[in-house]
């Protein structure tokens, strides 16, 4: 049922490291991607794109085109996206830990979810029908084409937010990429950090309000708890 109180908070979810974890098919995807293309590719490039844009992974880290190379970023941002989609067709993918049990205990309490993503909205969708976590979102989601700049602006945030009707100051992120986290403090919201991708001390001075192992160490009263305590 549609929440309809206002002033309650909202929590707006990263995807992957938070709702899944999809780091082997995304790594399996880009290092096939530069085989088939010819290009360099470290474990480390990876690892710092992890949580950007395509748009920013490929010229910046990868180095693989010019910064304005828009139809080369395009195309080969298309064609890691296809991979990444067959990987996951191929393998599937389940919720991670405490994931479904925070989504319903935060739908029991009257507190609406939206989800905010560097990735593409068909990616989202397939993510979303294989792990059957559509339910919880509907259409409250935002990828990488609803929006121009990639985390750490915070302008993904800042519309996943508005999709749920919450003002920043109302809205809790769950993140596990650094960039992330910076995205959304950039919107001014709290943020609870999930060491899914990254040991816990490297969050000790991100800003991060919480820093947890799992969703399964969170709950609607953690939520409403982030949001009064100051």
Request: charged share 25%; proline share 4%; hydrophobic share 40%.
């Amino acid at each position: 049922m549609e929440n309809t109180d206002l002033s309650s908070p909202g929590v707006v979810f990263d995807l992957d490291g938070v709702i899944i974890d999809s780091h082997d098919q995304h790594e399996a995807s880009w290092f096939k991607l530069a085989e088939e293309l010819g290009k360099p590719l470290t474990k480390a490039q990876f690892k710092e794109s992890f949580g950007m844009r395509n748009e920013t992974c490929i010229p910046h880290v990868f180095q693989w085109t010019a910064e304005d190379d828009h139809e080369g970023i395009r195309a080969i941002g298309d064609r890691k996206e296809e991979l990444y989609r067959e990987l996951l067709a191929t393998s599937g993918i389940a919720p991670l830990r405490g994931v479904v049990a925070l989504l319903e205990n935060l739908a029991k309490n009257g507190i609406p979810i939206s989800l905010g993503s560097s990735t593409s909205r068909k990616n989202i969708e397939v993510c979303f029908s294989s792990t059957g976590v559509d339910r919880f979102f509907g259409d409250k989601f935002t990828g990488a084409e609803d929006v121009s700049r990639g985390k750490p602006h915070p302008d993904v945030f800042l519309k996943a937010a508005s999709k749920i009707e919450r003002s920043p100051e109302q809205c809790v992120v769950i993140e596990d990429a650094h960039v992330g986290v910076e995205a959304g403090i950039a919107a001014g919201m709290k943020v609870i950090a999930v060491t899914t991708t990254h040991p816990a001390e490297s969050f000790a001075e991100s800003g991060a309000a919480l820093i947890v192992n799992s969703l399964e160490e969170v709950s609607a009263e953690t939520i409403r708890n982030l949001l009064t305590n100051d």
